[in-house]
């Protein structure tokens, strides 16, 4: 089980971290990925790592605003999140996988948090 903390409301510009710990065990040996689901979407790609955090993947449309990184030291994954849109308003979710094939499909990913809100306002 994964949970996801700091999201919250911000302005449009503003900057979030969000967090993602493993609450039953330690994730650092799996892939670690970040969706979020925007209002009256479906669930989305956002920012993909590899279990050492070398190897990334981001959503083109938010690759250079949105960084992921992790540190398995502390079993915690980040997602910083800078010049925020009020599209980027989501629910957002930490996921991870032992082994993953195509990073950014959801399928791919058998452990999930229960999201944390995002809202952006203008």
């Known amino acids: 089980q994964l949970t996801e903390f700091g999201g919250g409301l911000v302005q449009q510009g503003g900057s979030l971290r969000l967090s993602c710990t493993a609450t039953?065990?330690?994730?650092?040996?799996?892939?670690m990925a970040w969706f979020r689901q925007r209002p009256g979407k479906a669930r989305e790609f956002v920012a993909a790592?590899?279990?050492?955090?070398?190897?990334?993947r981001y959503a083109d449309s938010l690759e250079g605003r949105f960084t992921i990184s992790r540190d398995n030291n502390k079993n915690m994954g980040y997602l910083q999140m800078n010049n925020l849109q009020p599209e980027d308003t989501a629910v957002y979710y930490c996921?991870?996988?032992?082994?993953?094939?195509?990073?950014?499909?959801?399928?791919?990913?058998?452990?999930w948090g229960q999201g944390t809100q995002v809202t952006v306002s203008s």
């Open positions: 790592a590899s279990w050492s955090g070398a190897a990334t």
């Open positions: 039953d065990g330690r994730f650092d040996g799996f892939w």
């Open positions: 996921a991870a996988a032992a082994s993953v094939q195509v990073m950014n499909s959801p399928s791919e990913y058998r452990i």
